[in-house]
């Protein structure tokens, strides 16, 4: 809920302030608020802290629109790719590295020890980011409204926010209903092999660059093709996880790889085509776009439990099957209409 409020509430800012005041009191606020949880001696003030540093936290969509305008058109898509491997490979250690410690050291420990990363990132970023002048004089009211002007005034935000909330909602499905999976009858393992199952995503932290180079040569709509045939198969192939032992427990990893690659790719292609968009408001068109993403993904988790409930973990691979449909016959339809000058 913080995350979400703070790409709202904040992302549109990176259009009205200097990039480098915006993202060190950003930081600054993310260590602050990581300190408190650390120092937390009760479970409500620890809520309160985890919810300043997800308002805060949202740092990483500023830097996505400033890295787009300080890059040359012709290696926009190449950057975003490196940003979101970066992102990826981030939340991947992350991950192993605060359970480590928090085994070693306690609960407390894994955010002490970020508070201090996040701060000395903060010193970092006041020195080296370059000065930028803000694009838009716009008052705040309006910025937070401007989202919602921008997804009626541009069709290719539009675009690009359907295939990434579709994509998305498949994704999320996905994850959210592995566990059950893999910790019912048909594995019968503990929620760690989860975890382990995870880690198949460190893979896309080579792929993204990749992709990014992709869309700068070959343009988003080729790459969003991929990734919406990429989706097809990993829905095929995960379908076959739902037999068990060895033969299934590959399927699944072969899958999710499948699933992770085609989605963080999509996500480049995406946001490279709605950054190019205007150079004037790329914070906000970004905020327009990661709200649909994270609506769609919701959604995808609230729907994949309710499906595997009724028809099991088939049921599941039916429905990112489907939801990759859905954004194929949109892309179809924006390349017919594309080569016949009819708008879709």
Known sequence: MGYTAGIFLLVPLGDRLPYRPLLVTLFALTGAGLLAAGCAPALPPLVAAGALVGVTTVAAQVIGPLAAGLAAPERRGEVVGTLLSGSTGGMLL????????????????PYLVAAVVVLLLATVLARILPVTAPPS????????AEPLRLLRAEPELRRS???????????????????????????????????????????TLLCTPFAGRLVDRRGPDRVNLFC?????LAAAVLAAGARGGAAGLAALVVGTLLLDVAMQSGMVAN????????????????????????????????AGVHVYGR????GVCALVAFL????????LMALYGRNTGRRP
């Open 94 to 109: 992350a991950r192993a590295f605060s359970g480590s410690l928090g085994e070693w050291l306690g609960w407390r420990a």
């Open 324 to 331: 990759a449909a859905l954004a194929l016959v949109r892309h």
């Open 137 to 144: 004089r716009q008052p705040y009211p309006g910025l937070l």
């Open 161 to 203: 926010c359907f295939y990434q909330a579709a994509v998305f909602g498949g994704f999320s499905a996905v994850w959210t209903c592995l566990a059950l999976l893999m910790t019912g009858p048909a594995y019968g393992l503990g929620a760690h092999a989860v975890g382990m199952l995870a880690l198949v995503g460190a893979a």
């Open 311 to 314: 028809a099991g973990w088939h």
């Open 228 to 232: 919406v045939l990429g989706v097809l």
């Open 271 to 302: 946001q490279a085509r709605v950054y190019a968009l205007r150079d004037d408001a790329r914070s906000r068109l970004n905020t327009a776009y990661m709200t649909c993403a994270y609506l769609g993904g919701s959604a995808g988790s609230w």
